[in-house]
């Protein structure tokens, strides 16, 4: 793990915004609430504690939107831009030419968790210092335990999600199940360079508030954050519509 003596190092926010999306067409410019949806993240990034802001995007209009914000922009390869692109490369090639160092700390903030705060931004990342751990990741409770779920092989056979069945395992004896929320992930720059990954090394859960947990992935998921948009644009610093 890496030394904490140097105390906090610097804090880098990272908005991964393509330009592409099967689902939601264009989503990450479409107004929500009246406002772009990456503008939310923007604004909340904005008005943390992060010492700098770097947008990272294959659209022009989202790099000049986000240049308009102060932040850094740089242009993504169209390899790192596909559907099936992970997240670990684009965040790596985001930073590169900042000069961090490995206790130096990304924060991934992803446009399609609009209603997060500046301050949940800052918990995050005191979160990770104050832990020692190598990354927090964002999550809400798990819907089913994955100890009673099961993947699907290719011959059409069930295997146990995690290695081990618990079915007909009382629930309550299981170990805390969480699932990943996409809303605020933080990482150590050097677990980051090491892993490719933004949930590398020790990690420490941080619950997302219930009321917030929105993650824009279909027109349904849409059409339930326009009905909340109004009720946050305030509490995240944004004008009316």
Aim: charge should be neutral; charged fraction near 25%; glycine fraction near 10%.
């Amino acid at each position: 793990m890496v030394s904490r003596a140097r105390g906090p190092g610097v804090v880098v926010a990272v908005i991964l915004a393509r330009a592409g999306s099967r689902r939601i067409p264009g989503k990450n410019l479409r107004p929500l609430g009246g406002i772009p949806l990456v503008v939310w993240t923007l604004e909340a990034a904005r008005r943390s504690a992060v010492e700098r802001i770097v947008t990272s995007s294959d659209h022009e209009d989202i790099l000049r939107l986000a240049q308009g914000y102060g932040g850094l922009t740089v242009r993504r390869p169209p390899d790192m831009a596909g559907e099936g692109a992970p997240d670990g490369p684009s965040l790596i090639h985001a930073v590169e030419g900042l000069g961090l160092a490995a206790e130096d700390i990304v924060v991934h903030l992803r446009p399609t968790a609009p209603f997060r705060e500046a301050r949940h931004i800052d918990d995050v990342v005191r979160l990770l210092w104050r832990t020692g751990v190598d990354a927090v990741v964002s999550v809400r409770p798990a819907r089913d335990h994955p100890a009673k779920c099961y993947l699907e092989s290719h011959e059409g056979d069930l295997l146990p999600a995690t290695g081990r069945s618990a079915l007909g395992e009382p629930s309550h004896i299981l170990p805390h199940a969480w699932a990943a929320a996409g809303f605020i992930d933080a990482c150590l720059v050097g677990a980051l360079r090491r892993t490719k990954r933004m949930d590398g090394g020790r990690v420490s859960p941080w619950l997302v508030p219930h009321d917030r947990a929105v993650d824009l992935d279909t027109e349904a998921d849409w059409a339930e954050a326009e009905m909340m948009a109004a009720r946050f644009r305030a509490a995240a610093g944004l004008p009316h519509a």
